[in-house]
């Protein structure tokens, strides 16, 4: 079964520094997809960013990269110039392995909780 | 398009009360699933619709739960005689056939059961 393991309950940052948020995940698969989301206090999940097991570069998307290391397992979130808006949980989750039945669930991290701070 | 759409955002029932929860997905999204996301954890997997078909169900979907999607547009679940355990955010996401990226999740139902 797939796991995901983020060990930062939370974390603190002052505006406008980077901040790493981790994230290790355990698959015996060779093709997998590793996610990073957003959920504010309203609830919503926010898509951030999408890692390939295959892709050979990190993946970014404007303040967000995703540091994949492969043989250590781990996928953590750079966020780049912190916002106060960026306060919220933050969870990583990987696709699990297609089922033959078109689904493409996702398992989820516990979430790390990120608090900017003036 | 306003994105994954969830009514109603929160509930209070009693327990033994039934509920039903609505998702209206991305129209053209023809892949939509139920997660729940109880108190310090991340949203588990409940079940998976690809157009109107229920074509996965997690072993968390009791037979008090019931998951419809009748004309592969808008889905409902419901739960039966609620009870205390069953307190928590119900969260429906939705995706393309195409994009095997990311999925859109709406903001969520929050249930409590008193």
């Not at chain 1, 989301?37 to 309203?42: C, E, L, R, V």
């Not at chain 1, 998307?61 to 953590?76: H, M, P, T």
Request: glycine share 8%; with cysteine.
């Amino acid at each position: 079964a797939q796991k995901i393991t983020q060990t930062q309950p939370g974390m603190f940052v002052q505006e406008k520094e980077a901040v790493t948020l981790d994230c290790t995940y355990d698959t015996s698969d060779q093709s997998y997809g590793l996610f990073w989301y957003k959920q504010p206090s309203s609830g919503e999940m926010i898509f951030l960013i999408y890692q390939g097991s295959y892709d050979e570069q990190n993946a970014t998307e404007g303040r967000y990269s995703l540091n994949f290391q492969k043989a250590r397992k781990s996928a953590n979130l750079v966020i780049s110039a912190s916002q106060l808006g960026d306060s919220a949980m933050y969870f990583c989750a990987m696709r699990e392995p297609y089922s033959g039945a078109g689904s493409y669930q996702l398992t989820f991290g516990k979430g790390t909780k990120l608090s900017v701070i003036p | 398009d306003t994105g994954v759409s969830q009514d109603p955002r929160h509930k209070i029932t009693k327990r033994g009360q039934n509920v039903t929860f609505r998702c209206d997905p991305i129209s053209e999204h023809n892949r939509l699933y139920w997660y729940r996301q109880t108190l310090g954890q991340g949203p588990e997997f409940l079940t998976y619709f690809q157009n109107e078909a229920q074509l996965e169900k997690s072993r968390l979907l009791s037979d008090r739960f019931s998951a419809e999607r009748p004309k592969g547009s808008f889905s409902t679940l419901e739960i039966q005689r609620t009870e205390q355990g069953d307190s928590a955010m119900y969260l429906c996401a939705s995706s393309h056939t195409s994009l095997n990226t990311e999925a859109f999740f709406g903001q969520g139902t929050r249930l409590t059961v008193v």
